[in-house]
């Protein structure tokens, strides 16, 4: 993964999903109204390696919502594969979403009394495969970063670092073609964030799924290709 990019392109390549002119509003009691996004153009690529760095409040967290499929745009475009999501039904694209975007959350959002690798092989049953098949690749994705040993575990048996790790599993296991990462280290330490900021380098270079990460620590920005930077709603200065 090529690390602090000047460029501000993504690199070649077809492009995952992109937005353009893509405005969020949101209406609140009132008839106010929040306007967290406003005509942002973004596309990333395969492959691509993508930090989005802005204040709390900036839209970088809604952003993220737009480029993994959680929500449509008021108005502009949001496009997976050149595939317009104003074009598609509800269960289109919870489907587009599954195949296409692995989530990675700061909470981890794993099941508290489920084992690892049933939480891993739970995006799974979405695609109708049955229980053993959904356990070889749970199992697969697991020792894919560093938990084969845990597979039984439940996440109160396991470090804040390994939960991530089991996160990232979870978001793996469909094969897709985008990880979005929201705040990935943010409930970590420092030692077990370097290890899951490794971890997730390790998995692009090896597999070159696109990695984006909102984050607010430029340190972590830092192990990204390149940098977006959102505020007010729209991206400051374009990228670097």
Do not use: W
């Amino acid at each position: 993964m090529a690390r602090h990019s000047s460029t501000a392109a993504p690199p070649e390549g077809t492009a995952v999903v992109e937005t353009r002119a893509a405005t969020k509003v949101y209406r609140l009691d009132g008839g106010v109204e929040v306007r967290a996004l406003d005509g942002v153009d973004l596309a990333v690529a395969t492959g691509d390696s993508l930090a989005i760095m802005g204040p709390s409040g900036s839209g970088k967290s809604t952003l993220l919502s737009l480029l993994g499929g959680l929500d449509r745009p008021t108005s502009g475009q949001v496009l997976f594969a050149g595939r317009d999501v104003a074009d598609l039904s509800d269960d289109e694209l919870a489907s587009v979403r599954n195949r296409t975007v692995g989530f990675v959350f700061q909470s981890f959002q794993l099941l508290p009394r489920t084992s690892a690798v049933a939480n891993v092989g739970l995006p799974l049953t979405y695609r109708g495969l049955g229980r053993a098949e959904r356990r070889r690749r749970a199992v697969q994705a697991l020792e894919a970063v560093g938990l084969g040993h845990r597979l039984e575990h439940r996440p109160s048996q396991l470090s804040g670092g390994e939960q991530q790790r089991v996160a990232i599993a979870r978001a793996l296991v469909t094969e897709p073609g985008m990880l979005l990462a929201d705040e990935p280290t943010g409930n970590l330490d420092s030692r077990s964030g370097d290890e899951v900021l490794g971890l997730l380098v390790r998995l692009h270079d090896e597999r070159q799924v696109a990695v984006v990460v909102v984050t607010h620590d430029q340190g972590v920005a830092a192990h990204l290709g390149r940098v977006v930077v959102v505020h007010d709603g729209r991206l400051d200065g374009g990228e670097r």
